[in-house]
């Protein structure tokens, strides 16, 4: 793999691990700037964004999946991930994770 494509999967990780952290201090944010005690638990789902998504196909398509995830985007209605509708990231990233056979 050339050093471009190294680096620029690892801005893409560096940008996913952020947006984490960013999600996260929002999160803590809220948490404890209410004055009110939350007495149930909110289960909130974080919002997927398209390089979260990119990351983990980036990371599977270097364990060789690269043929399965073409399927899925097709399946999604596009050639490339920037083609897929983030309502559908969640489903997208549900089939990532079950591909088990690299070709």
Known sequence: ??????MAMTI???RRAAAAINEAA???SEQFSSNEPTSEPTN???VLTLEAVRAV?????RAGF????????QKY?????SGIDPANYKALLEDVE??????
């Open 1 to 6: 793999m050339s050093k471009m494509s190294d």
């Open 12 to 14: 893409e990780e560096l």
């Open 26 to 28: 929002s999160w803590l």
């Open 44 to 46: 909130v789902e974080p």
């Open 57 to 61: 196909l980036a990371n599977k398509s």
């Open 66 to 73: 690269t043929t399965q995830i073409r399927s899925l985007l």
């Open 77 to 81: 209605g596009a050639d490339k991930l």
């Open 98 to 103: 079950g591909l088990t056979d690299a070709t």
